[in-house]
């Protein structure tokens, strides 16, 4: 008899898209903890790039996000490459 003939889950083939989705899921994870961190503290529905007020439609599709539409490239682009100019202004 063989076995693992034809698995679709090897850890050993995928482990750099196992990293990725891993660091995928931290990210979210991340976020979902600062954004009940920011419902305990009455700060939710914020951006954190401008502090004005998270639009609704925003935040019924990504309640964990932390930022509005016009910075969610603040918190949605991981890589280098960010201007972080504005945020650290006060
Ligand atoms: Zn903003």
Do not use: F, N
Request: with cysteine.
């Amino acid at each position: 008899m063989t076995e693992g003939s034809d698995t679709p889950r090897g850890t050993d083939m995928s482990g750099k898209t196992d990293e990725a989705w891993l660091a995928g899921r931290r990210a979210e994870l991340d976020d979902v903890e600062v954004a009940l961190a920011a419902l305990d503290d009455g700060s939710y529905g914020r951006c954190q790039g401008c502090g004005e007020a998270i639009e609704q439609d925003r935040l019924a599709a990504l309640p964990a996000t932390r930022y509005c539409d016009r910075h969610r490239d603040l918190g949605s682009s991981p890589g280098p490459g960010v201007p972080g100019d504005q945020a650290r202004a006060g």
